[in-house]
Nanobody, 119 residues
Framework: QVQLVESGGGMLQAGGSLRLSCAASGTTYNIYNIGWYRQAPGKQRELVAKVTSGGTTSYADSVKGRFTISRDNAKNLVYLQMNSLKTEDTAVYYC?????????????WGQGTQVTVSS
């Protein structure tokens, strides 16, 4: 089992920056990849960025060049640095970990943190 706790959300104006943090605990050595999803009102949850255990990162096209995901393996922390924020970035941001259990991957989720960007 893996527990994920997000922090760092808030309200800010367009063009600003924010950093989200996700603290992982439990069987973190079995995490295959970890990342961030978001869900805006009335929309499906979508992948924002993720990083594998080997350090390979991937991003949604809508955030490339603006967001950066990083991880501190020693502290079991994952960060999402968000720059040049737009109103369309407004959403609840969830930390997600894909964990190897047996022969399959299982998803674990944090409780979410709200990011609101105003014009």
């Amino acid at each position: 089992q893996v527990q994920l706790v997000e922090s760092g959300g808030g309200m800010l104006q367009a063009g600003g920056s924010l950093r989200l943090s996700c603290a992982a605990s439990g069987t973190t050595y079995n995490i295959y990849n970890i990342g961030w999803y978001r869900q805006a009102p009335g929309k499906q949850r979508e992948l924002v960025a993720k990083v594998t255990s080997g350090g390979t990162t991937s991003y949604a096209d809508s955030v490339k060049g603006r967001f950066t995901i990083s991880r501190d393996n020693a502290k079991n922390l994952v960060y999402l640095q968000m720059n040049s924020l737009k109103t369309e970035d407004t959403a609840v941001y969830y930390c997600n970990a894909a964990v190897v259990i047996g022969l399959s991957l299982h998803d674990f989720w944090g409780q979410g943190t709200q990011v609101t960007v105003s014009s």
